[in-house]
């Protein structure tokens, strides 16, 4: 089993709808969630952390985490052309909470 | 500097060549991260330095590859006897603090024929 699983995808979802993506994590013991936002040929840039379980929204992003389920999701609202990349899920490594993992990444396409 | 520097931006060599990738994070990251990532895949954690030394080092694939911190700063991964299969863009990230969220260079991409 990954450490950190997600759907390769792609997504395709039209502009204006809701954007769904989600991300799994083996162990229980991590603390620490982030998304990140990868365009084509370009380095990632981090778009939402998230510590506690619950929701946090930021803008048109929002994430929600479950540790109990061991999964965490972004949603992006009213999402935009602009937003088409790829979305990496990381996780801190369950006992050095500096080694971040992360997952394939989710390729999101939003169609006009 | 204003953001995380690497060189070259791409590297071409041939197989069994001896290879520097260089980062220079941002000024006052104290934490330093290399990454290896794939075409279609998400990045690969390689090692981790906090200050000079290496505090994580378990990512790396094998003896050929080693990475220095000498001064706390810049960092450079040196990959020897390269291989077809180390072919991939080396990422590094650099923080601050203990809050996780990691800034990243542009990447080094390597290509071995």
């Known amino acids: 089993q990954k450490e950190v699983e997600q759907n390769s995808g792609p997504l395709s979802v039209p502009e204006g709808a809701i954007a769904s993506l989600n991300c799994t994590y083996s162990d229980r013991v991590s603390q620490s969630f982030f998304w990140y936002r990868q365009y084509s040929g370009k380095s990632p840039e981090l778009i939402m952390s998230i510590y506690s379980n619950g929701d946090k929204e930021d803008g048109r992003f929002t994430a929600q985490l479950n540790k109990a389920s061991q999964y965490v999701s972004l949603l992006i609202r009213d999402s935009q052309p602009s937003d088409s990349a790829t979305y990496l899920c990381?996780?801190?490594?369950?006992?050095?909470?500096?080694?971040?993992?992360f997952g394939t990444g989710t390729r999101l396409q939003v169609f006009p | 500097g204003a953001g995380v520097s690497q060189t070259p931006s791409n590297k071409v060599t041939e197989k069994g060549k001896y290879v520097e990738l260089r980062c220079d994070p941002i000024s006052g990251h104290t934490a330093l991260y290399w990454y290896r990532q794939s075409l279609g895949q998400g990045p690969e954690f390689l090692i981790y330095?906090?200050?000079?030394?290496?505090?994580?080092d378990s990512g790396l694939p094998n003896d050929r590859f080693f990475a220095v911190r000498p001064e706390g700063s810049v960092s450079t991964l040196k990959i020897q006897r390269t291989e077809r299969g180390d072919s991939a863009v080396y990422l590094c990230?650099?923080?601050?603090?203990?809050?996780?969220?990691?800034?990243f260079g542009e990447g080094s991409r390597l290509t071995v024929l």
């Open positions: 330095f906090q200050g000079t030394g290496a505090a994580d």
């Open positions: 990381a996780v801190n490594g369950a006992y050095n909470t500096d080694k971040l993992i």
């Open positions: 990230a650099s923080r601050t603090g203990n809050t996780g969220e990691l800034f």
